[in-house]
């Protein structure tokens, strides 16, 4: 049997272990309040940027699109982008010059809304045409097109190859085998490299010009 003595040493080998130190009560305070004033800023910017965005005209595209960019040619035979980075919008509308309806609505529609911008604004905005029909539109043909609307319209064209990327990456159809052209009629604004809004092709000047102006000034 143990003695006395032996049962105090053994004791003293088996004592409970160590426990780490607790943070005071007034420390995780602290901490809880910068987690919550951190998920409040974040609530009030997300409040911010969705009221912003519900104030566009245009119809948002969820989830915008990348705006892939493509060299074509532009009306005076030199190598253009289709994406300018540049720009706070891009209006991108892609027509053919012997449409009967909807495009010249658009251009109508996009040439009085650039017209009717600041001088600040309009630096920073673009309205670029893009043909889906490369043999009859050429540089020239669309050139006389668009200036018929406002000088400032960017006309774009190129060869069919090129342009078939440039359509199918922008979701627009057009039939190589009857030569109808079923290009969707659709205005698209670009934004930080993305498509974020679609109008119709009859969209208010006003509308236009409102979100341009908008964009602009972010």
Not at 60 to 78: E, Q
Not at 90 to 111: V, W
Not at 159 to 181: F, M
Not at 189 to 215: F, H, K, N
Request: with cysteine.
């Amino acid at each position: 049997m143990l003695d006395w003595d032996d049962r105090l040493a053994l004791g003293a080998k088996m004592s409970p272990m160590e426990t780490k130190p607790r943070l005071p009560g007034r420390v995780f305070a602290a901490i809880g309040a910068v987690v919550m004033l951190t998920l409040l800023a974040f609530a009030l910017h997300l409040r911010r940027e969705r009221a912003h965005d519900e104030a566009l005209r245009g119809t948002p595209i969820v989830p915008p699109k990348s705006a892939t960019d493509f060299v074509l040619t532009a009306t005076d035979g030199a190598r253009a982008h289709l994406v300018d980075h540049t720009a706070a919008t891009t209006f991108l509308f892609f027509g053919y010059t012997h449409c009967p309806d909807e495009c010249p609505l658009a251009l109508a529609s996009l040439g009085r809304a650039y017209r009717s911008l600041g001088g600040a604004d309009r630096r920073r905005t673009r309205v670029v045409f893009v043909s889906v029909d490369p043999v009859r539109d050429t540089p020239a043909v669309v050139r006389r097109y668009v200036a018929a609307f406002d000088p400032h319209i960017e006309g774009l064209t190129g060869s069919r190859g090129t342009l078939a990327q440039v359509w199918h990456a922008y979701g627009v159809h057009v039939d190589p085998a009857s030569h109808e052209i079923a290009h969707g009629g659709s205005i698209y604004a670009i934004a930080s490299g993305r498509v974020i809004l679609e109008y119709p092709s009859d969209a208010p000047a006003g509308d236009l010009a409102a979100d341009a102006t908008m964009l602009a000034n972010r």
